[in-house]
């Protein structure tokens, strides 16, 4: 029996298993695919996939089958352009800008001398972040200029991608920002992540609490997710005590087990009932 459903995964984490399960419980008939396991021959009709859910961590599996698949006929969720544009935090940027969307301040440098002269105009602190990259990797806060220069130039031996200078304005806020997860044009649910540090990412130990939803916020979250042409994603905001609230990111392949637990809403299946009535 063909697919209903294909969940393209590269790592196998709470998510993908909670997709899975909810397939079952509705009748679903859900395909795993391993990504690493995945060969497409471009040049042949492809196989039955169903509607493909695009759950690989990897931004460049992530990026490179989706292409193949979409080029071949296969709708997947979300598209090409979505992973292109929110997989980069400077394109998310300038497409949340172009649609009115309130967002931090930013600068992007392409040397070590273009960076540290933008930060010694602007002033102290700002966040320096890769283009491309996730979970709070390589995020780092400059206070001043010994600090910038020791962090610029040990980037400056990375891959090219690390070489590009992305600087955003240290955020006055609470120590909290907010992930709201959107399918199709409605925030299903939403959670504070709160931290004593800085960087409030789940994966560097962040708490979890629910946050209402408010018309403010999500009406600049469509726009977010629009922005970036996407279906199921997850977006970032922060509580600026000077704008309000802004959108840091949009995150493509996002991860919700956190926001289920805290505020028991089943968003596996409303990813799923998503992705049955998409046009294919």
């Not at 020791?150 to 891959?159: A, F, L, N, P, V």
Request: charged fraction near 30%.
């Amino acid at each position: 029996m063909n697919p209903d459903v294909t969940i393209l995964y590269d790592s196998i984490r709470w998510e993908e298993k909670a997709l899975l399960e909810a397939g079952k419980k509705k009748d679903i008939n859900i395909q795993m695919v391993d990504c690493k396991k995945l060969a497409l021959d471009l040049e042949k009709k492809p196989e039955d996939y169903g509607v493909v859910i695009q759950r690989c961590v990897s931004y460049y599996r992530n990026l490179h089958s989706t292409a193949a698949l979409e080029g071949m006929g296969v709708k997947v969720i979300n598209c090409l352009n979505t992973g292109v544009f929110a997989g980069n935090k400077l394109f998310t940027h300038m497409l949340l800008k172009k649609s009115g969307v309130p967002t931090p301040d930013a600068t992007v440098a392409f040397s070590k001398d273009a960076a540290i002269q933008a930060l010694e105009t602007d002033g102290y602190p700002k966040v320096i972040k890769p283009t491309v990259g996730s979970w709070g990797r390589l995020i780092s806060k400059l206070n001043d200029k010994d600090s910038a220069e020791g962090i610029i130039e040990s980037r400056e031996t990375m891959y090219p991608i690390y070489q590009i200078h992305y600087l955003e304005e240290f955020v006055k806020r609470p120590p909290r920002d907010i992930r709201a997860i959107m399918v199709g044009d409605k925030i299903v649910a939403a959670i504070y992540r709160k931290s004593e540090h800085w960087k409030t990412n789940m994966a560097l130990g962040g708490i979890a609490e629910p946050c209402k939803v408010t018309q403010e916020m999500e009406e600049m979250c469509i726009k977010a997710k629009q922005a970036v042409q996407g279906d199921i994603v997850g977006v970032d905001l922060m509580e600026s005590e000077e704008k309000g609230l802004v959108v840091h990111e949009v995150n493509n392949t996002t991860e919700y087990k956190n926001t289920v637990r805290v505020c028991d809403v089943d968003i596996p299946s409303l990813m799923l009932d998503y992705a049955m009535k998409v046009e294919r």
